[in-house]
């Protein structure tokens, strides 16, 4: 069982950065591969970003390829979105999730279905 607090998130302008965390609970937080999804009003929960649970392997959706970056601290049960060159459409709710099963590749590692747990989310709302 892993369970997942979001934080970090707010109001930023266009251009701007943030930094999520996600705080796990559990010891076994270093063997379950973590992504970033997000969902903005009326639209679908979408892949983010990706980390395998060694943290040697990323994947990030082309939206955000080369503004954000997944990275995880497994000392501190601490999973992390620094985002950079913010823009509005980047403006959601942003989830942090851990895979259904420990040491999984990176296969299906943008697959929604693939997670398991949850945190709450936390909002990013980016302004013109």
């Known amino acids: 069982q892993v369970q997942l607090v979001e934080s970090g998130g707010g109001l930023v302008q266009a251009g701007g950065s943030l930094r999520l965390s996600c705080a796990a609970s559990?010891?076994?937080?270093?063997?379950?591969?973590m992504g970033w999804f997000r969902q903005a009003p009326g639209k679908e929960r979408e892949f983010v970003a990706g980390i395998s649970w060694i943290g040697s392997s990323t994947y990030y959706a082309d939206s955000v390829k080369g503004r954000f970056t997944i990275s995880r601290d497994n000392a501190k049960n601490t999973l992390y979105l620094q985002m950079t060159s913010l823009k509005p459409e980047d403006t959601a709710v942003y989830y942090c999730?851990?895979?259904?099963?420990?040491?999984?590749?990176?296969?299906?590692?943008?697959?929604?279905?693939?997670?398991?747990?949850w945190g709450q989310g936390t909002q990013v709302t980016v302004s013109t």
């Open positions: 999730a851990a895979r259904s099963r420990p040491f999984t590749t990176i296969v299906k590692l943008t697959t929604r279905s693939e997670y398991g747990y």
């Open positions: 559990g010891r076994t937080f270093s063997t379950y591969g």
